[in-house]
Nanobody, 123 residues
Framework: QVQLVESGGGLVQAGGSLRLSCAAS????????MGWFRQASGKEREFVAA???????YYADSVKGRFTISRDNNKDTVYLQMNSLKPEDTAVYYC?????????????????WGQGTQVTVSS
């Protein structure tokens, strides 16, 4: 079993920054693919960023250059640094872990999910 707990969401003005954290439990955290997804009201959950065990990172085009995913295997924690935030970034952000093969972009390919943290960007 893997448990994920997100923190760091909140209200920020456009152009501001937030850092989300996701603390994971699990014996082999370093081998998991960790992803961030978001779901705006009335929309489907969408891929934001992923960090795979080879230390490669992937981003949605909408956040590339503004968001950075990182992980600290010593703390079993993955982060999402969000800069230059826009009102369209407003959503509930979810941390997810994938423990077996699959794509990084599909929510259905992830095995474990956090409870989500709200990010609201005001204009």
């Amino acid at each position: 079993q893997v448990q994920l707990v997100e923190s760091g969401g909140g209200l920020v003005q456009a152009g501001g920054s937030l850092r989300l954290s996701c603390a994971a439990s699990g014996r082999t955290f370093s081998s998991y693919t960790m992803g961030w997804f978001r779901q705006a009201s009335g929309k489907e959950r969408e891929f934001v960023a992923a960090f795979i065990w080879t230390s490669s990172t992937y981003y949605a085009d909408s956040v590339k250059g503004r968001f950075t995913i990182s992980r600290d295997n010593n703390k079993d924690t993955v982060y999402l640094q969000m800069n230059s935030l826009k009102p369209e970034d407003t959503a509930v952000y979810y941390c997810a872990a994938r423990t077996k093969s699959g794509t990084i972009y599909k929510p259905g390919d992830y095995d474990y999910w956090g409870q989500g943290t709200q990010v609201t960007v005001s204009s």
